[in-house]
């Protein structure tokens, strides 16, 4: 793989956007360049998209709705189009995971991973397309039917961030398309090529046109448009707090709906009982998978202080076999951080928390020599008030409390404004139980980490979101309800007596 990508390095990939049922570049022409993080070289180049190719896609969209054409299309016809994109991108996964690793600079097996993965979901919400339904109430006396409608809510944007590109879009778009809605898409302008890419895809699986547009470009114009436009009926974000808020502020020009997929301070509670060995790898892989750039890394370690000190030797030893380095060397479990600006808000989060009395047990800042490889770094002695007990770091930097009891333990896991995920590691079915229960999460695993299906629905709760994706609830999540309120036989009452 590694002269694929020397390939690209000499030649860098060139994408274009997808708007109308037409590859085009940005208005004027302008492009994004992106470097690959771990070798500082550029790798592709993405259309800048302005205002004005925002709004195109847009009205692409609008159209391609209200023409109804794809909205009212045989579910089972939208079903046999997802699966086959899902094989065009098996087909294609070293491709897309080639450019996946060469933006984001996770390893390849990785990105392999992510795309074999999306493949799933695309199949997944196939299946979804053609179960889609409504309900029917038959209780409403001899001369009433209730029909309850589900119907695609409209236009979708869909816009997303740069650590998990493909995946993050596949957990969203397919379920959209499934539900009958049209979309435009925006990915993050460091990691673009594949969402571009998956424009080729529908084309050739023969989406209608306009019903999907991918553009690329900064937050703002191209995000913020999409956020601003009255013609856009529900926008599904995922990124930071900083711009889901200014999402939400948007959506009140025309009501729009969000689903918002935010920020996480997820917690890995270890209790003494636990199979050590096993949590010991899962803690460690919640906390670096993906260089901790993973909104739902168990970025908190909470364990119980009778085998705390044990712990934290055990996962300063098994980091040191954690290989760092270039995501085309398959020893390579990290690799480099996404880009300069990232890098340096993670060495200034280890740095305060330092300061503020946390003590480094292993990793830590790392030499100029680097580049922007950041080595897994544990804090141990955190404190609940610390930064770096509470805000994201976005890196792999696990902060470590202790607690006595299973109260403690979940008080420390609930001391957060966020609530994506949250691991447990126990042999004790009650403190499993009680913690799945009481731990307010989207997501829990229970002596497991990060193993997901397109079954199951993910999202946040408190600031880290609103909303549902993947499971069947992930395709109700583009829907709307109408009650249908059908008379049947002959009317004999009247509301104006004698008429
Ligand atoms: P970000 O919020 O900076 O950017 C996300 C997307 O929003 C990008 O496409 C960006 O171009 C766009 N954007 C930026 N400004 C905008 C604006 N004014 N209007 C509209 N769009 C705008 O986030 P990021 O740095 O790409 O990603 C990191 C963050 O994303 C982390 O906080 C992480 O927790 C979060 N995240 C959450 C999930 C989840 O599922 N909950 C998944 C991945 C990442």
Redesign the pocket.
């Known amino acids: 793989m590694l002269d694929r990508a020397q390939r690209v390095f000499d030649a860098p990939n060139s994408f274009q956007n997808f708007i109308a049922g037409r590859f085009v570049g940005a208005e004027h022409g302008d492009t994004i360049p992106r470097e690959s993080p771990a070798h500082g070289k550029i790798v592709s180049y993405y259309p800048a998209s302005t205002r004005t190719d925002a709004k195109a896609a847009i009205t692409a969209a609008r159209e391609s709705f209200d023409a109804g054409t794809w909205a009212f299309s045989y579910g089972g016809d939208r079903a046999r189009l997802l699966q086959e994109v899902a094989r065009m991108i098996r087909r294609d996964a070293d491709e897309l995971a080639l450019v996946e690793a060469l933006e984001t600079s996770k390893p390849f097996e990785a990105a392999r991973g992510e795309i074999l993965f999306s493949a799933e979901l695309w199949d997944y919400a196939a299946g979804a397309a053609r179960a889609l339904h409504g309900d029917s109430l038959n209780t409403l006396g001899a001369s009433m039917l209730g029909l309850v409608l589900r119907e695609p809510i409209g236009v979708v944007g869909i ?6 590109p493909f995946l ?1 879009l596949s957990e969203r778009l397919p379920f959209a398309l499934a539900a009958g809605c049209s979309a435009v898409v ?4 460091f990691t673009s090529g594949t969402a571009l890419m998956l424009g080729r895809y529908l084309k050739d699986a023969g989406l209608p046109d306009g019903v999907c547009n991918i553009l690329s470009g ?3 114009p191209v ?2 448009t ?2 601003d436009s009255h013609d856009v009926d529900m926008v599904a ?7 889901g808020r ?2 939400i502020a948007a959506s009140a020009g025309n009501i729009k709906k969000l689903s918002l ?4 301070k997820s917690p890995s509670v270890v209790f003494a009982d636990c199979d050590l060995d096993a949590a010991v790898d899962g803690v460690i892989k919640a906390a670096t998978v993906n260089m901790g750039e993973c ?1 739902i890394a168990g970025s908190r370690l909470l364990v119980q202080a009778s085998i705390a000190d044990e712990f934290q030797n055990r996962i300063a030893q098994r980091l040191q076999q954690v290989q760092m380095g270039d995501p085309f060397d398959p020893a390579s479990r990290i690799g480099a951080i996404i880009n300069r600006a990232q890098f340096d808000r993670i060495a200034q989060m280890v740095r305060d928390g330092l300061a503020s009395g946390a003590r480094l047990v292993c990793g830590g800042e790392p030499g100029h020599n680097a580049g922007l490889f950041f080595p897994p770094t544990v804090l141990a002695d955190v404190t609940p008030d610390m930064r770096v007990a509470r805000e ?1 770091i ?1 890196g792999p930097v696990l902060s470590v409390m202790s607690f006595e009891r299973l109260e403690d333990a979940i008080r420390l896991a609930n001391d957060t404004e966020y609530g ?1 995920a949250a691991y447990v590691w126990t042999n004790d079915l009650t403190k499993a139980l009680s913690c799945s229960r009481r731990i307010r999460a989207g997501r829990v695993w229970v002596n497991a980490a990060l193993e997901g299906y397109p079954e199951l629905p993910l999202g ?1 709760f408190k600031q ?2 609103n909303g549902r994706e993947t499971g069947r609830y992930g395709i109700e999540e583009y829907t709307e309800l109408k009650s249908v309120h059908l008379k049947v036989g002959e009317q004999t009452e009247r509301w104006v007596e004698g008429a």
Do not use: H
Not at 159 to 164: A, F, Q
Not at 237 to 243: A, H, I, K, Y
Not at 261 to 264: A, F, H, I, V, W
């Open positions: 816009i997303t961030p740069w650590n998990y993050i925006k990915p993050s302008e900064l937050g703002d995000g913020q999409i956020l974000f995922t990124g930071s707090t900083r711009v200014a999402a997929e935010l920020g996480g909104c994201e976005f994506l946040g880290s979101g």
